[in-house]
């Protein structure tokens, strides 16, 4: 694949919604362990306002900005506001119809820096960072002309990313206050992101 169109970005979302809310109440679970249990709904209520909200664009950039706006202004809590960051990141660092894999790189970089300006924690603190910066370096670091290659590179590595959080002492949130209650359980944010990042690369590989 040697551009990634409007098209097949919003086939991107669908699936990520559908496989998220496949997947709401082990969220919610592991959300319970060192939280108030609530990340299955609010990850499913976010990415639903942000699919809602695109069936109309033809480019890029706006489509980006209406979903972050959309998100952010129809739900409240971390949940939306990272992914509406994402997001609004995102929209930064495009233009036009289409995006060819340099463009696919600098909407992810802009969508990790939009995300960054929005959290202080890093990779290792067991949140859903531990996911979505392993995703967004693979993506930089992937050689491939291919853009279904740079999915599948994110996809690993989101999925390998959110694995690594079972071992990890909660730093940031609510979750910190639970410490080692928290370690032996994923971070449900770090799950749910992972997630995204695995629909992503299924649905492009069907395009
Ligand atoms: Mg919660």
Redesign the pocket.
Known sequence: MEYLTVDVFKAMLNRALEEIAAHEDEFSQL?AVI?????GN?IVTALSAVVKSVSAATEFKSMLNDMGFSVMLETS?S?STLLGAFFLGMSDCVSGTRLDVAGVKSMFAGGLAGVEKQTPAREGDKTMMDALIPAVTAIQNCNSNDIRELMLRAADAAIQGAKATVQMKANYG?ARNYGERSVGYAD?GASSWSTMFYAFAQSVMNN
Not at 35 to 39: M, S
């Open positions: 959300d939280g108030d249990g609530d990340h609010a809590g949940t609510r449900s």
